[in-house]
């Protein structure tokens, strides 16, 4: 098992930055293949990117390539998420997530099976 607490969350201006921290307890953190998820008010969860547990693998949703980085750090039971030249369309809540039993990076939500309570992003006009 493993518990998740995203940190990081704020309010900015269109183009800004931010970076979003998921701080994992747990045994065999190192293991997890980790994501990012993301929810605006009255849309669904919305995948944003996702890294195997080794950190050689990733994949990101077209709307952020570019822009956005996840990188984990497993000696911190760190995982993290570069937002670069924010714009109003990512303001959302964001949720750092955890999968052991799929075991590959996906873009799929009901393949993870820890959530943290996740933190809120608002980019301003």
């Known amino acids: 098992q493993v518990q998740l607490v995203e940190s990081g969350g704020g309010l900015v201006h269109a183009g800004d930055s931010l970076r979003l921290s998921c701080a994992a307890s747990g045994r065999t953190f190192s293991r997890y293949v980790m994501g990012w998820f993301r929810q605006a008010p009255g849309k669904e969860r919305e995948f944003v990117a996702t890294?195997?547990?080794?950190?050689?693998?990733?994949d990101y949703a077209d709307s952020v390539k570019g822009r956005f980085t996840i990188s984990r750090v497993n000696a911190k039971n760190m995982v993290y998420l570069q937002m670069n030249n924010l714009n109003p369309e990512d303001t959302a809540v964001y949720y750092c997530?955890?999968?052991?039993?799929?075991?590959?990076?996906?873009?799929?939500?009901?393949?993870?099976?820890?959530w943290g309570q996740g933190t809120q992003v608002t980019v301003s006009s």
């Open positions: 890294i195997s547990w080794s950190g050689g693998g990733t």
């Open positions: 997530a955890a999968d052991w039993t799929y075991g590959s990076i996906s873009n799929r939500w009901s393949d993870y099976d820890y």
